[in-house]
C-alpha cells in the first residue's frame, strides 16, 4: 500500500466517523422530538375526546337557542302584524 492510498484511507475513515457523529447526534434529537411530540400527540387525543363527550350536549344547547330564537321573532312577528295588520 502506497502512502498516497493510506492517506485517502484515513480521509475516507475521518469522513465516515463525522458523519457516524453527526447521524447520532440526529438521531439522538430526533428521539426527543419524538418523546416530546408523542407527549403532545396523548395531550391532542385527549382533547379529542374531551371534544367528542362535549358534542351531543353542545348540540342540545344549540337546539335549544335556535328553538328560543324562533320562539322571539314569532313573537316579534306577532305584535308588528297585531299592531299594524289588525
Known sequence: M?????????E?????EIALKKAVSNLEKSSKTFN???N????????QEDIMRK???TN?????????????????LGLVIGKFVL
Do not use: C, H, W
Open 60 to 76: 342540545r344547547k344549540f337546539s335549544y337557542l335556535l328553538l328560543a330564537v324562533a320562539v322571539n321573532l314569532g313573537f316579534i
Open 40 to 47: 403532545n400527540f396523548e395531550k391532542t387525543l385527549l382533547q
Open 12 to 16: 475516507r475513515m475521518e469522513f465516515s
Open 55 to 57: 358534542i351531543p350536549d
Open 36 to 38: 416530546k411530540s408523542s
Open 2 to 10: 502506497s502512502f498516497k492510498q493510506a492517506k485517502e484511507l484515513v
